[in-house]
């Protein structure tokens, strides 16, 4: 009888701790994904998502995701391409401990599509 290794090695084999993948946001934004853990309200999500978005947005803006109207097409209207996307999901993916099949994420087209979206996947009471 073999003794197997407690773990795997590789990059994937000791989760990181949420909190310190999000250690370079804002301080409201690392409240507002506690709030998140603790409650598990999805809404508290959304400066997250901004967050992400921000990191990953290949021409900033001069104003806040949260400012631009929810019907702003993330390709289209802010400039997103497909490598950018794909860093989005990926970072949510690891971040919120979800999977997001590319079918899934072709769907998405829109702020407010992608808000909505993560409220569904996230696990958690989904908001009234």
Not at 22 to 44: E, K, L, M, W
Not at 55 to 75: A, V
């Amino acid at each position: 009888m073999t003794s197997e290794p407690s773990s795997s090695s590789g990059p994937s084999s000791s989760p990181v701790n949420p909190l310190e993948r999000i250690r370079h946001f804002p301080d409201d934004v690392r409240a507002s994904f506690v709030r998140y853990q603790t409650t598990g309200d999805v809404a508290a999500l959304d400066p997250v998502i901004y967050a992400i978005l921000n990191d990953y947005i290949p021409n900033k803006p001069e104003q806040p995701l949260s400012s631009f109207p929810g019907s702003t097409l993330l390709i289209e209207g802010l400039g997103f391409d497909s490598l950018a996307i794909t860093e989005v999901v990926f970072f949510t993916e690891e971040l919120l401990g979800i999977t997001i099949a590319n079918e899934e994420i072709l769907q998405v087209r829109t702020l407010d599509d992608l808000r909505g979206f993560v409220h569904a996947k996230a696990p958690g009471r989904k908001p009234v």
